[in-house]
């Protein structure tokens, strides 16, 4: 009953995304377009193995354009490799001396998905786990491995094998703020070189909570380059929940605006207005698909720092 809730909600934001004067890109992905739709896929809100089906019977339709795969909870583990946990959804063994899984089907469905237009990025962190750096060498030799496992680096112990993701998400919610932005700043060094040598265009982004400023992103925001933040309007006292049309109330994409093209270092980011996706997903923030119906219109007739709508949701079947 949930997994119909979700494609029936995706299905209503679509056809929302469409109307309005808002362009949906079917084919081609469009980084600047206002009109896209993420979505966190592996951990999530329900939190039970087999809660969610597999990554590319997402990607059959034209409702997704970006998917992320979450999380990498460890960033230095067993064999000072990170770990990855999909709650359940990778059935592979682990790479020797590690806790790093192999996951074949994954590595399968992200081709899958790249072949139906969708941008498949991996999100580092998440709401438990151990990560974070204690000064910012550590942060760009991470960068290096995280780019050599599931980038477009080289590595004996690549859980996706040769397919590579279009990017990588810094979904940041513990510990300190150090070395994110030299993990960015080192991540774009790899992604132009990528470029250079004729592979694809990648891209990065950050899920900060909606208060600014972000307990552990703000700095990396401010002095490195992002294409996109995923903002968790939900779960905060800024949240979607508090909006009010033609009113100015405690939810403040109006603040992330100023930010994104003022004091954000890119000043040409994407904000996505990231929401619960069921009243079951979140602690706080779920609005109905009326509220959010006008609320999406307002802000991309509003906004020019719009990019769409990110989604953390609830899947069960």
């Known amino acids: 009953m949930v997994k119909y809730r979700f ?5 209503k934001l679509l056809a929302l995304l469409g109307s309005n004067a808002i362009q949906h890109v079917l084919a081609d992905f469009d980084a600047s377009a206002n009109s896209n739709l993420a979505m966190y896929w592996g951990q999530n809100s329900y939190g039970e193995v087999g809660s969610q089906d597999d990554l590319s019977s997402y990607c059959e339709d034209s409702t997704n354009d970006i998917l992320l795969l979450s999380f990498v909870t460890v960033f230095f583990g067993t064999g000072d490799l990170p770990e990855i946990n999909f709650a359940g959804s990778c059935e592979g063994s682990y790479f020797d001396d590690s806790e790093l899984l192999d996951c074949p089907t994954i590595a399968s ?4 998905c790249q072949d139906n237009g969708k941008k498949i990025f991996l999100s ?13 060498t550590e942060a760009e030799e991470f960068a290096t491995t995280i780019w050599d496992i599931f980038g477009g680096g080289s590595s004996d112990t690549r859980p996706f094998g040769t397919a590579v993701v279009d990017g990588f998400d810094l979904d940041i919610e513990g510990g300190s703020s150090t070395g994110y932005s030299a993990f960015v700043t080192k991540m774009r060094n790899y ?21 600014i400023p972000d307990s552990f992103l703000n700095d990396a925001m401010e002095t490195s380059y992002f294409d996109f933040y995923f903002v968790q309007f939900y779960n905060n006292y800024c949240g979607i929940n508090f909006w009010e049309e033609g009113t100015s109330t405690t939810f403040n994409f109006d603040a992330w605006d100023t930010f994104a093209q003022s004091s954000g270092y890119n000043p040409d980011a994407k904000v996505y207005l990231g929401v619960s996706a069921s009243s079951d997903a979140a602690g706080t923030g779920y609005v109905d698909i009326d509220t959010l119906t006008t609320v999406i219109s307002e802000l991309a007739s509003t906004y020019t720092s719009f990019g769409g709508v990110m989604m953390w949701y609830v899947c069960q079947f």
């Open 191 to 211: 992604y132009d070189e990528y470029v250079a040598a004729g592979g694809k265009q990648m891209y990065i982004s950050g899920a900060p909570q909606c208060p």
């Open 109 to 112: 469905d992200i081709v899958t």
């Open 7 to 11: 494609w029936l909600f995706t299905s």
């Open 124 to 136: 580092l962190g998440g709401s438990s786990g151990s990560y974070g750096f204690d000064n910012d």
